[in-house]
């Protein structure tokens, strides 16, 4: 691709692979602000992340003798 074609890219879509992100950054000027990262994997890592969490809570009350989030 052409330094013109990338120099007039107003963004970049992907998932949050660090390479995708890497080469994005050392190609492209401005990349900082023209990353859009794709919503499945964004809701992905979200879901994980509350699940982690929840996962943590639970363990914890039950180590309490509470068993509030039982379902």
Known sequence: MSGERIAA????SM?????????TLESIPGAEEKIAFDKFHVAKYLGEAVDKVRREEHKALMAEGRDDLKG
């Open 9 to 12: 890219m107003e963004s970049v």
């Open 15 to 23: 998932d949050m692979w660090p390479a995708f992100i890497n080469a």
